[in-house]
Each structure stands twice: as C-alpha cells, then as structure tokens.
C-alpha cells in the first residue's frame, strides 16, 4: 500500500476477508434505479438497447440463432434477474463477501452494457464527451460513469486484497 493511495470509496477490505460497503446510501439508490430500469426492459429482449446482451452466435443461421435465443435466452433473463435481485439485496448491507462483490460486478456490467449501447459507445477506452446540460443523454453519461466508476473501485479492493 503506498502512502499517498487514495482510500476506496465503495468498499473497503476488511481483516476478517469480508468487506465494508462505504458507498453513500443516495449512490446505492441511483444504481438500484438502474437496476430497476434494465430489469424492466429485459422482457423485451429484441430492443436494440439489449443487443449485447442478446450476441447471436450463429449470424449466418437464422434457424438456429432463433433457436438459441428460445433456449438460452431465457436462461440469461433468469440469470441477470437473480444477480439484480441480489444486487438490490447487496445494496442494503454494510458488510459484503467477495461473492456478493462479484455479483455486483456482474449486475453493474449488465447495466454498463446497455448503457453503453444506448449511447454508441464501441470501444472500452473512451473520452466521455461533456453534454450539453440541455441535452437528453446527459443523465444517461452521467449514470454510465457512475456505473464505471463503483465497478472499478470493487474491482480494484478485491485485486488488492487477494492474498492478504
């Protein structure tokens, strides 16, 4: 640990291998929202939103790729249920495990997904353009840097805090 690192602003580890979620309680609500909003559109999974959610593995098939979107896209919707409904769970606790952390990774991905593909964002590594406070996409950017933002900030305690 450096002398002048920056404390964690989402969780910190704690000795016991568990975690303290320091996250702001406004924070958590605005995620939960986030949580709500993709969970609402999930039933409608031919949006455009949702497309990378929903990757055909077989472009060239449409027999099977209507096939696997029957069989498996179910599945997905179920899975990211479950993680979401955890997640809203998660967001009530002051005290995590590395599981519910990834979980929370995973549920803050969807969403960064969707956001992201809302927005037109093609590339992982992006300079976030300064809307217009008029303009409508302006909370969307916001939400996707705050998403970014959390899921980096577990991403890097659970790095730190892997063996010891």
Known sequence: ???????NQVIRARSDGR????LSQQIREILDDAVDGVDD??????????RRLHPNPYP????QAAAWRLLAGEQLRDMRRE??????????LDIVTDEELWTWIR????????LGTTLGIEEDHIDYPEPDPGDVSRGLWELYQLSTFVQ?????????????
């Open 1 to 7: 640990m450096g002398l002048f690192r920056r404390r």
């Open 152 to 164: 980096s900030e577990i991403v890097s305690e659970l790095s730190g805090s892997v063996g010891g």
């Open 19 to 22: 975690f303290d979620v320091v």
């Open 60 to 63: 060239d098939d449409h027999e």
């Open 107 to 114: 549920s803050l991905n969807t969403i960064r997904l969707v």
């Open 83 to 92: 993680s979401f409904e955890s997640l809203r769970r998660i967001h009530t």
């Open 41 to 50: 559109l999930l039933d409608q999974p031919d949006l455009p939103a949702l």
